[in-house]
């Protein structure tokens, strides 16, 4: 190829632009040309290549220069359709995220105020609606007290997700029962009188505030 | 012995008895402390067969077996004083050429047929030989990605978020284990497995009753399919329901259809 | 941004090949967009994008499909000048090692035992390794027989790294022909190979002083 015109140096610019994984200082541009080239002609080049792909529409990439030299990106805007593609490693929910779950799952529909009351401490309002964005979750109705809080209950999707066909395939909480943690053997079997001792303890704690 | 190679760069540079080589001998004639230099660039017995059959314009669909194996293990022979690792592979050769050579010697059958020809095995091995040599050299000549092809790889803002998060069986079995921990310190809430059925009928009644607004009573419950224990469950969820006041049920007189909607008041 | 022309997901499909450092897949590629797409629609994308390269002049990249999909590359007559950017490009394989590929590529899948009988030499660990390494080979299985062998086999990667769609496209293998001698070339190219053996010669020199 006979680098007879500023066209062409500009597609060998723009190839090595395109495949280089790192930008690129005016030094590595330069060294692409066996001719000497003044910065101040190759600084021309690359605004001249910077305007082409500008005028193109719509546009895909964009030539920008950055703290190292130069290099093409991804328009912002497609970055979230390009993300499809490598998706990271899938995040975990917080262990808050999953009690709360749980809770819904396994004893909807429930009230903020029932898995508050249940954990024992404050549900994080985006908690829910991560979970309710997931479309995991979502409310059935209103409990007819005071407030008429909202019923939530987990979907149809949530099953999918786990591969469930029913609620009913959720694990047993029988299997949790012999877990070394519970002291009370029968701890839901008897649950009542557990419920008069945390009630108790409650009490406890409440009056020590 | 005085022998020092250096091959930083490509090519030869070679210094045997202080005098430099950069370039191979015309011949392989060879002063006897580099003849192991040549014959490592030999990949085998196979290829300098190959070699020799070239050089002395043999037949190899007729390969003179005394001429070749005078030759082959003539090489060997100057090789085995200076590198016995490297001959290993090259002397099963020298055994097999000898072996071929005189078999042709012995007094063949009258009607002798081509299969029989001692050498078939060694022939059909150095072509097939060649065939690789040969095919290796065009798989070279190809263009690689990264010598002769540059491929596309621009930049691009990765961003994190949009893969969902996953959650396994063990994480929600594990999280419900937590709540009933805390739960025997905290909780006022009965928690039984027994319920969970029924708990999610209520769900599923309170979904179709948001949907439809007002459903007579039979409406939900699918007598054809369900079986009893799934109508029984049904039946509680909506008795649980009625008693946590969720929906309401009516009846207009005895014997009309009862009704349920959702309790609004 | 709206997807409501082609122009915008041809944009797409672009900024997605020109990003991406291995050929993406027509599977990948449906999971760019969030509406679903024919696989036919965007076989017919990926042609109209081709072309739209290919009638741009001076050409710089070229759309092309490989064993494991598209990929943007640059114009093969542009290397000279990109390679100027990297001095240290990976070497090229000794002939032993593409004999053993070659072996692999062609009779595939095959033991250890029949690259030693084909070629009559011991196989190199370090050759299976460093092709290995490369992904350009993998075990594919074992052989049923005493010491259930592995069998090796070339991967996409390998087709990929040479341009090729398939294994079909590979040369082809030439039975003996009867060709006029020519000095060996490989005579001289194969040189460092010899360094192992250097050592050795060295070793002797020093223990004769």
């Not at chain 2, 012995?106 to 060694?122: F, I, K, N, Q």
């Not at chain 2, 039984?192 to 009644?205: D, N, P, T, Y």
């Amino acid at each position: 190829m006979e680098l007879n015109n500023t066209t062409q140096m500009k597609m060998i610019l723009e190839a090595a632009l395109l495949t280089s994984p790192i930008p690129l200082s005016l030094d590595d541009m330069l060294r692409l040309f066996s001719e000497r080239i003044e910065r101040a002609t190759l600084r021309m080049l690359l605004d001249e290549l910077k305007q082409d792909w500008q005028a193109r529409t719509p546009i895909s990439m964009e030539l920008v220069e950055v703290a190292s030299g130069w290099r093409f990106q991804a328009l912002p805007e497609l970055t979230p359709y390009l993300s499809r593609l490598n998706p990271d490693r899938p995040h975990r929910y917080s262990r808050a995220a999953m009690e709360t779950l749980a809770i819904i799952a396994y004893r909807q529909p429930v009230t903020r105020g029932d898995i508050e009351e249940l954990r024992g401490v404050a549900v994080n309002p985006n908690t829910m609606r991560q979970l309710q964005e997931r479309d995991w979750i979502d409310v059935v109705g209103q409990r007819d007290v005071p407030g008429r809080p909202s019923l939530y209950a987990t979907t149809k999707t949530f099953l999918d997700d786990l591969n469930l066909k029913s609620l009913a395939d959720l694990p047993a909480m029988e299997t949790f029962i012999e877990q070394p943690f519970v002291e009370e053997k029968p701890l839901v079997e008897e649950w009542p009188e557990v419920t008069a001792h945390v009630d108790f303890l409650d009490n406890g704690a409440s009056s020590a505030n | 012995m005085q022998s020092i190679l250096t091959n930083d760069k490509p090519g030869i540079d070679a210094r045997i008895h202080g005098e430099r080589y950069t370039e191979l001998p015309r011949d392989l004639y060879i002063p006897p402390d580099a003849l192991e230099v040549y014959l490592e660039t030999f990949e085998g017995p196979l290829d300098l067969l190959l070699y020799l059959i070239r050089k002395h314009n043999l037949d190899i669909l007729d390969i003179p077996m005394a001429e070749l194996t005078r030759q082959y293990i003539g090489y060997v022979e100057k090789m085995q004083a200076i590198n016995l690792e490297l001959a290993a592979d090259y002397l099963l050769m020298s055994a097999m050429l000898i072996e071929i050579k005189s078999r042709m010697l012995l007094p063949r059958p009258t009607e002798v047929e081509s299969e029989d020809d001692p050498r078939a095995e060694l022939v059909r091995r150095l072509m097939e030989y060649e065939a690789i040599k040969l095919v290796a050299q065009k798989l070279d000549e190809l263009p690689q990605v990264g010598l002769d092809l540059m491929v596309a790889n621009a930049y691009f803002e990765k961003i994190v978020h949009v893969q969902a998060t996953q959650v396994s069986m063990e994480d929600l079995m594990l999280a419900w284990q937590n709540v009933l921990k805390r739960a025997s310190h905290f909780a006022h809430h009965k928690v039984g497995m027994a319920e969970l059925s029924v708990r999610e009928h209520m769900s599923q009644i309170l979904r179709k009753l948001k949907a439809q607004n007002m459903m007579e009573f039979s409406a939900l419950f699918d007598i054809e399919t369900d079986g009893i224990p799934k109508l029984i469950v049904c039946f509680l969820a909506i008795l649980e329901l009625a008693r946590e006041g969720l929906v309401k049920i009516t009846q207009q007189s005895a014997f009309t259809p009862v009704y349920l909607k959702i309790n609004q008041s």
